[in-house]
């Protein structure tokens, strides 16, 4: 492998690198999405990391779905009516980890 190779393979390791760097993570995307919806910037911290460590892929895109609420505010909603919204998914784990989550993190703030 001569230099000018080898320079660019490091050129292009470093770029897939950054980018790598600059994909957010799942937590961030999440604690975004949930202050965007209205939530607390600390209550969307603490409930985005519960939520990553608790879901799986599958399980957050399917609650990622919840974004389709429109202009409806989560702040502004109801507990039962969020609910509601969260039992539409069909799915009892994503229920419990998500009213867990958001128990928790309303006692821990």
Do not use: W, Y
Request: net charge positive; with cysteine; charged share 25%.
């Amino acid at each position: 492998m001569n230099a000018n190779s080898k320079l660019t393979l490091v050129i292009l390791a470093s770029t897939l690198a950054l980018s790598a760097c600059a994909t957010p993570s799942p937590e961030a995307r999440i604690r975004t999405r949930l202050v965007e919806a209205g939530l607390s910037r600390p209550m969307a911290e603490c409930m985005a990391e519960r939520l990553v460590d608790r879901l799986s892929l599958g399980e957050l895109r399917k609650l990622s779905s919840l974004s389709k609420l429109g202009d409806r505010d989560i702040g502004e909603m109801t507990v039962e009516q969020f609910l509601r919204h969260i039992r539409a998914l069909g799915d009892p784990h994503i229920l419990k980890v998500v009213t867990t989550a958001g128990i928790g993190c309303a006692i821990a703030a």
